[in-house]
């Protein structure tokens, strides 16, 4: 990678949290150029505008949210037990990610109606994320361990609705039950809903 790129990322990976706490308005020049340790020059050098800034830090921050959800899945061998471990990845897989809480949630809060280009790029994650379990879902199907009647797309936006919810919910009021009680009934749903009754849990199942 070309010492260009490298610093290009370097600035993307250290706005991504002032963006994810602060909001776009919130995040001031002085907070960026504090944090890349750049004038407004260097930082204006590799990026267009803060808008550019702003979309790239947030893509960064979903892919490594994207990431710690699916975390592990990959070797999960039934399909309802790798949507249980993608739940259970929202609740416990927290270190790692962007200081801020979901990506998600904050830009689709934070651009709501003022900043269509934000508001695209978040958008465009919900979707990704969307189609991800919607495809497992599907998979699942063609397997016989899903219900064949399941509709995978109302599956993936009951769970994604659920989570980011509850989410919202324990980070207003500063504890962990609404996000626990998402997870308990999405474990539950899945089991009583979703599973085909000749597939069997695996070994993930608790």
Request: aromatic share 4%; net charge positive; glycine share 8%.
């Amino acid at each position: 990678m070309r010492k260009g790129e490298q610093t290009r990322q370097d600035i993307i990976r250290k706005a991504a949290p002032i963006f994810n706490q602060k909001g776009y308005d919130g995040a001031a020049l002085s907070d960026l150029m504090r944090a890349t340790g750049l004038e407004k020059g260097g930082i204006y050098r590799h990026f267009g505008s803060k808008q550019e800034l702003a979309g790239d830090a947030f893509d960064h921050a979903w892919k490594i949210a994207m990431e710690t959800r699916f975390q592990g899945t990959e070797r999960i061998p039934n399909t309802v037990d790798r949507l249980k471990q993608i739940v259970r990845n929202f609740r416990d897989r927290n270190t790692g990610l962007v200081p801020g809480g979901c990506p998600l949630l904050n830009t689709a809060i934070d651009s709501d109606d003022g900043n269509p280009k934000l508001r695209a790029k978040a958008r465009q994650a919900l979707s990704s994320w969307l189609d991800r379990m919607q495809s497992i879902t599907e998979e699942g199907k063609r397997r016989g361990e899903v219900r064949s009647d399941v509709d995978s797309g109302k599956l993936a936006t009951l769970i994604a609705s659920t989570l980011e919810g509850s989410h919202m919910m324990s980070r207003l009021q500063k504890k962990e039950e609404p996000r626990d009680l998402a997870v308990l009934h999405l474990e539950e749903y899945l089991e009583t809903s979703v599973r085909a009754r000749k597939s069997k849990a695996g070994a993930n199942k608790s």
